[in-house]
């Protein structure tokens, strides 16, 4: 069993910036790819970021220059700062594992963006 807990989210006004924790836990043995996903208001769910175990990254066009996706293998800990946010960045953010036992997710964590 692994557990993946997110941490971070909360409300900012545009243009401000929070940065998204997730934290590892249990029979990890080893850590794949990782991402965050969002769930937007009235929107499907999508990746916004993903980082490979050797440090590789891919962006949602809508975020590129903005969030940079991060991980710290020795703490089995992933990170998403996000700068510039934007009213439509608002949605519930999922971190989401790959590890040897199975593909796990977290129980996500709100972000908004409002004035």
């Known amino acids: 069993q692994v557990q993946l807990v997110e941490s971070g989210g909360g409300l900012v006004q545009p243009g401000g910036s929070l940065r998204l924790s997730c934290a590892a836990s249990?029979?990890?043995?080893?850590?794949?790819?990782m991402g965050w996903y969002r769930r937007a208001p009235g929107k499907q769910r999508e990746l916004v970021a993903a980082i490979t175990s050797s440090g590789s990254t891919n962006y949602a066009d809508s975020v590129k220059g903005r969030f940079t996706i991060s991980r710290d293998n020795a703490k089995n800990t992933m990170a998403l700062q996000m700068n510039s946010l934007k009213p439509e960045d608002t949605a519930v953010y999922y971190c989401?594992?790959?590890?040897?036992?199975?593909?796990?997710w977290g129980q996500g964590t709100q972000v908004t963006v409002s004035s």
């Open positions: 249990g029979s990890i043995f080893r850590i794949y790819t």
């Open positions: 989401n594992g790959n590890f040897p036992i199975g593909n796990y």
